[in-house]
């Protein structure tokens, strides 16, 4: 079995003010792997989740995703985030959009985006060409405006379909239950086709009853094998799903191991006690 | 026999003020410069007030356009310490000076002025806009401008809708003070007409009643935006359990 590094964490410091947050995590995720963060509150895990899409900014340490160093400053960290989808406590629909524009809006403005600069492009390329002896070749565009939506929407009525609610294509967020909410923000998180899903606590704001259907939802997608990084307070679930478990506490991770070497034979004082408060 | 001569001395001042030379048209005529004025004044400031709030917004958020947001903080703080009576003589006898489109000038004052004051009530719109829009947004691979533009600034706007519109009206009367440099608004009416009838009784009569009508009848169009807003965030939040 290869095991391909898809981000691999070097040193990840994390300070607000003086509060020091992350102190140095180095850990890597593995393609296909399933990792469940847990700790106490307050121990740093949403900030580290959102450190490697930079939703926060890290004060030191390197990200690297896509063979780039994604914690510096330079790069294009749009570009990367479109292959990270992240799914929050708080759903965050976009209220002011339908669950399907929901779903569609974030690659349908990407790739018209990426369309009208092909467009620039070749503009360009004929402009230069008139003064060329050699001509240089337009890239082929095979694409359209027209295209890019109705494929969006097609992607989209499928993700739907495959989250169990394509009925509500064309209804508001703020009609929905919780867990319809985080459904649909898992399945538009899907939308981009990430290699990777982070999720933090994502049945944490959810009433007990619905809490079921996420978790269900996730299992499928760990069993089709998507990367995922979940920050959890499930321990069932993160014992049954996950391949890996960090414990982290004060900023950095104290232990890890299978859920079973964690769960059952914890070797650190610190999680043992953690265990003990939870399980 | 008093009476009826009490009564056909009204009626001379009322057909003088209204009647004779046509005189209503130039009520007409003035109504329609004020709602002008300050319809462009409307949009003028309600452009300029949803730059500066989103200037402000954009640097709260992510610390970014800070000498920008210094500019726009200085531009609100001038625009509402000083009396808009004195900005519209700056801008008339000063700034375009050169130019003799008094109700374009009257226009542009206004909507500057109102720029200010709508920033204030469209930063309290951006401010009620859920942090985890923007979060969202940005974790989807947007950039913060085109999240601004698709998710924020329309939920920001929709907001504070029923405030901008109250500042429409607020314009409406606020702009009568543009006769002072001899634009023939609504306001301005009652004096021309007495400067030939020397009664200003039913010219200030009317041009009030006027005032009330429009006022009376834009408020009345609020409250119906008002209701259908409350309406359609029913329809879109009734069932918190969805089937
Ligand atoms: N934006 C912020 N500004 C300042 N301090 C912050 C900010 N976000 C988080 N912190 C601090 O960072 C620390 C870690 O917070 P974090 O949210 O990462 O913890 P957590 O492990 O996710 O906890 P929980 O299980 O409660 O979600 C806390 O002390 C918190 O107060
Ligand atoms: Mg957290």
Known sequence: ??????????????????????????????????????????????????????????????????GENIADPKVDIDHHRQKMGMVFQQFNLFNNKTVLQNITLAPVIIRKKALAKKKRQNSRTRFLNCFRKEKQPLIEITETVESIQAEAERTARALLERVGLPEKADVYPSTLSGGQKQRIAIARALAMNPKVMLFDEPTSALDPEMVGEVLDLIRDLAKEGMTMI??????GFAREVADRVLFMADGNIVEEGTPAELFDSPKEERTKQFLKCVL | MKMNEFFSDLWRRFSKAVIVEDRWLLYLEGLGNTLLIALMAAVLGITIGVVLAMINYINKKTGKLRVATKISNFYITL???????????????VVFSFWDNGIMIGAITFGLNSGAYVAEIARSGFESVDDGQMEAGRAMGLSTWQTMRTIIIPQAVRNCLPPLFNEFIMLVKETAIVGYVGIYDLGKIPGLIQSRTFDYLFPLLIAAVLYLIVVLGLTKILHVLENRMAKSDRNRGGVANGK
């Open chain 1, 1 to 66: 079995m290869e095991n391909k590094v898809i981000i691999r964490v070097c040193d990840l410091k994390k300070q607000f003010g003086s509060n020091v947050v992350l102190d140095g995590v180095n850990t890597d995720f593995i393609e296909g792997q399933h990792v469940a963060i847990i700790g106490p509150s307050g121990s740093g895990k949403s900030t580290f989740l959102r450190c490697l899409n930079r939703l926060e900014e890290s004060t030191a340490g390197e990200i690297w995703f896509d």
């Open chain 1, 230 to 235: 979940i920050v959890t307070h499930e321990m």
């Open chain 2, 79 to 93: 625009v509402r310490g000083t009396p808009v009576v004195l900005q519209l003589m700056i801008l008339y006898f």
